[in-house]
């Protein structure tokens, strides 16, 4: 849109150039004043004269006049009155319903007025061939300011690991990895592993994955079937042994849940587990270059490990900052939204009981998204589509061997990558704060930083149990004793209600 008059912010006629889609550019005069300014609540009171509403009428017109095919008539020659003894309803909806949508951003966007929440929209006076007004009830976001935000104080941590926990670490990671070396003819013992061949049965019947080559166990592990491992310890190379085991509750074939079968094994191999030496060529079978690579990738991936818990602690010390900053009015209508969020689920007496508490949780909650989103306005922050699509491709690593549902889920459904969309949104945000902001960087040990987790995490348990305590109470309040008293009670005020109607 362009402006094509000048004019000051209220009470004054206004021109708009309009040119988007379906319509030809169209002069918008319009006349906006602002009434009944309660805090954040304000009416928009907006005036379209009936010549600009003829104006877009008449380019509608135009407009399906080349489209439409009526019988009797060539293509762009069907007269006026036709087309609206056919669509003049159609028609003059459509213009009304662009005309109010153009009008009423624009008003909004020129007084600088953000709404909270949808506004409510009360016609006046429209119709075919007259002038159109209407009322815009809106409640306004609060004005913030945010400078104070880089006054914030946060620890900011670093964690210093020690050479003895990354060695420590690879060393579990070798544990796990046995190698393994024919064990000759010596009998299998806990610990061996076994290769075999089998062939399974239920009643002497034999079952659809009823069969299997060269698998591989080791023993005292229990991965295969409940009590399998423990019938193969003694076995040797060339034997035959009949193992017997129940089907899982999650075996492919139904009807053989719980039931017992018998497998046919003939073994293969048996080998014992040798000392898995931790080299270079160990490492590179796990993907890194060389052993110290491997040491680097280890230690990179502890630190990650405490970073990423220590991160959301300097993330609650933030938000606990901003819960103290000062905004002068939160909109009602986005508590009640909130509430009725924290009451998701329970019934009407439990949320009536705890209102209070969800009204203090829903001011807290609504007051830092509404600082955190003007910091981010402010300071022009965005979620680009690389970014949203990188989050999304995170979200499909972190579950192995579901990638497509998890892909599918994320296509079909748009809400899901909205919510991804905001967690990046304030993921920026943050980080931007921890750059602007006051860090104490402290670089501690891997111990301190079990300390200080642990800390933290009785705290919030604490937290928790007194928030359950004070919801209990409220619950089932202490009986008071039975002393009659007399009191006179103020009359309740009601509240006048707008309707929002078409006169």
């Given at each position: 849109?362009?402006?094509?008059?000048?004019?000051?912010?209220?009470?004054?006629d206004?021109?708009?150039?309009?040119?988007?889609?379906?319509?030809?550019?169209?002069?918008?005069?319009m006349k906006?004043?602002?009434?009944?300014?309660?805090?954040?609540?304000?009416?928009?009171?907006?005036?379209?004269?009936?010549?600009?509403?003829?104006?877009?009428?008449?380019?509608?017109?135009?407009?399906?006049?080349?489209t439409?095919?009526?019988?009797?008539?060539?293509?762009?020659?069907?007269?006026?009155?036709?087309?609206?003894?056919?669509?003049?309803?159609?028609?003059?909806?459509?213009?009304?319903?662009?005309?109010?949508?153009?009008?009423?951003?624009?008003?909004?966007?020129?007084?600088?007025?953000?709404?909270?929440?949808?506004?409510?929209?009360?016609?006046?006076?429209?119709?075919?061939?007259?002038d159109?007004?209407?009322?815009?009830?809106v409640?306004?976001?609060?004005?913030?300011?945010?400078k104070?935000?880089?006054?914030?104080?946060?620890?900011d941590?670093?964690?210093?690991?020690?050479?003895?926990?990354?060695?420590?670490?690879?060393?579990?990671?070798?544990?796990?990895?046995?190698?393994?070396?024919?064990?000759?003819?010596?009998?299998?013992?806990?610990?061996d592993?076994?290769?075999?061949?089998?062939?399974?049965?239920?009643?002497?019947?034999?079952?659809?994955?009823?069969?299997?080559?060269?698998?591989?166990?080791?023993?005292?592990?229990?991965?295969?079937?409940?009590?399998?491992?423990?019938?193969l310890?003694?076995?040797?190379?060339?034997?035959?042994?009949?193992?017997?085991?129940?089907?899982p509750?999650?075996?492919?074939?139904?009807?053989?849940?719980?039931?017992?079968?018998?497998?046919?094994?003939?073994?293969?191999?048996?080998?014992n587990?040798?000392?898995?030496?931790?080299n270079?060529?160990?490492?590179?079978?796990?993907?890194?270059?060389?052993?110290?690579?491997?040491?680097?990738?280890?230690?990179?991936?502890?630190?990650?490990?405490?970073?990423?818990?220590?991160?959301?602690?300097?993330?609650?010390?933030?938000?606990k900052?901003l819960?103290?900053?000062?905004?002068?009015?939160?909109?009602?209508?986005?508590?009640?939204?909130?509430?009725?969020?924290?009451?998701?689920?329970?019934?009407?007496?439990?949320?009536?009981?705890?209102?209070?508490n969800f009204?203090?949780?829903?001011?807290?909650?609504?007051?830092?998204?509404?600082?955190?989103?003007?910091?981010?306005?402010?300071?022009?922050?965005?979620?680009?589509?690389?970014?949203?699509?990188?989050?999304?491709?995170?979200?499909?690593r972190m579950?192995?061997?579901?990638?497509?549902?998890?892909?599918?889920?994320?296509?079909?459904?748009?809400?899901?990558v909205?919510?991804?969309?905001?967690?990046?949104?304030?993921?920026k945000?943050?980080?931007?704060?921890?750059e602007?902001?006051?860090?104490?960087?402290?670089?501690?040990?891997?111990?301190?930083a079990?300390?200080?987790?642990?800390?933290s995490?009785?705290?919030?348990?604490?937290?928790?149990?007194?928030?359950?305590?004070?919801?209990?109470?409220?619950?089932?309040?202490?009986?008071?004793?039975?002393?009659?008293?007399?009191?006179?009670?103020?009359?309740?005020?009601?509240?006048?209600?707008?309707?929002?109607?078409?006169?």
């Open positions: 849109m362009a402006e094509l008059v000048d004019a000051s912010v209220l009470g004054t206004r021109a708009i150039c309009e040119g988007s889609s379906p319509f030809r550019p169209t002069i918008i005069y906006v004043t602002i009434e009944n300014k309660k805090g954040l609540n304000k009416d928009v009171k907006v005036f379209v004269d009936k010549k600009t509403m003829n104006n877009y009428i008449d380019q509608k017109y135009e407009e399906i006049k080349g439409v095919n009526l019988k009797g008539f060539r293509p762009g020659k069907v007269p006026r009155e036709i087309l609206k003894r056919q669509f003049g309803k159609a028609v003059f909806n459509e213009v009304l319903d662009k005309v109010l949508k153009d009008t009423s951003t624009k008003a909004l966007e020129e007084n600088k007025i953000k709404p909270a929440g949808q506004p409510k929209l009360d016609l006046k006076t429209y119709g075919e061939d007259k159109l007004e209407y009322i815009l009830s409640t306004e976001l609060p004005k913030i300011e945010v104070l935000i880089e006054k914030i104080k946060f620890d941590y670093k964690v210093k690991i020690d050479n003895k926990e990354t060695d420590k670490r690879i060393q579990d990671i070798a544990k796990n990895q046995p190698n393994f070396k024919d064990a000759a003819d010596n009998k299998a013992k806990e610990g592993q076994v290769q075999f061949d089998y062939e399974a049965t239920v009643d002497k019947k034999s079952f659809k994955g009823g069969e299997g080559k060269n698998t591989q166990l080791t023993l005292g592990k229990d991965l295969f079937l409940k009590g399998f491992d423990k019938q310890i003694g076995v040797k190379k060339g034997d035959e042994k009949l193992v017997e085991a129940v089907l509750e999650n075996f492919p074939e139904k009807e053989l849940v719980n039931k017992k079968a018998e497998f046919k094994c003939k073994i293969l191999a048996v080998k587990p040798e000392e898995v030496k931790i270079d060529e160990f490492a590179k079978n796990l993907g890194a270059k060389d052993l110290n690579d491997l040491k680097s990738l280890v230690s990179k991936q502890i630190n990650d490990e405490y970073k990423n818990s220590l991160d959301r602690l300097s993330k609650n010390q933030i938000l900052e819960e103290k900053m000062k905004v002068d009015e939160i909109p009602d209508n986005l508590i009640e939204e909130e509430i009725k969020v924290l009451s998701q689920g329970m019934s009407e007496e439990d949320a009536k009981k705890s209102r209070k009204e203090e949780v829903a001011k807290k909650r609504i007051k830092v998204g509404l600082i955190l989103n003007e910091f981010g306005e402010q300071n022009k922050v965005s979620v680009t589509e690389q970014e949203l699509q990188s989050e999304v491709q995170k979200q499909i579950m192995p061997g579901q990638e497509k549902m998890v892909m599918d889920f994320y296509q079909k459904n748009p809400s899901a909205a919510s991804l969309r905001g967690t990046v949104y304030e993921d945000i943050m980080n931007l704060i921890k602007k902001a006051k860090s104490n960087k402290k670089e501690i040990s891997k111990d301190e079990e300390k200080i987790l642990k800390q995490q009785d705290q919030d348990i604490d937290s928790k149990k007194v928030i359950k305590d004070k919801n209990k109470q409220e619950k089932n309040p202490p009986k008071k004793a039975n002393v009659k008293k007399t009191s006179i009670k103020k009359p309740k005020k009601k509240s006048p209600v707008k309707k929002v109607s078409k006169k």
